[in-house]
């Protein structure tokens, strides 16, 4: 096959990203010093370990000949680009990124950004999510981001309150049953 019909994604698109929800436009990216953190170690990791490596092998593919039918090196040039892409993606979410500490409203019952929050729904479910930033949120493990319906309803309420939320088979009264923050370090 021609190498005109095979599509090469260009330097500036950023697939790494894709699965995460966009920043809302004018908003900052926020995040707790713990996701800040694991997204800098893998920024590290990408920089100090894995492009080095890869960069190895496609010298040392390189020195072998023929590129073109060279498996190491078309493989390591591929994943070379996937690294580098990686690594832009992290460096923009960075700069990006404003740290919050959620433990400032440490006693609080208001459901602010980093508060963990027990609430019962429509079906007599109780459920627990505690609301992260966008590159934090995990929800299998009750890690929901802060742009998220479920959290943008509960921002703001207080505990005991019953908040709305619309979703696509009607509207769901989530009743907060308790919110916590961690304790200051």
Known sequence: MSKAFVKE??????????GL??????AKNYIRLQGYQRIREELLQLIDVDRPEVVKIVHWAASNGDRSENGDYIYGKRRLRE??????FLTKRMDLAEVVDPSLHHGSDQI???????????????????IVGIDELDPLHGQISWVSPVARALTKAHEGDVVSLM???GIDELEIISVSYPAPA
């Open 21 to 26: 929800p966009p920043i809302p436009a004018g």
């Open 83 to 88: 690294i580098d892409r990686r690594i832009r």
């Open 9 to 18: 994604s260009s330097d500036d698109e950023d697939d790494d990203g894709a």
């Open 112 to 130: 602010f950004f980093g508060a963990t929050v027990t609430y019962l729904n429509n079906a007599g479910q109780e459920l627990t999510v505690t």
């Open 167 to 169: 979703t696509p088979s």
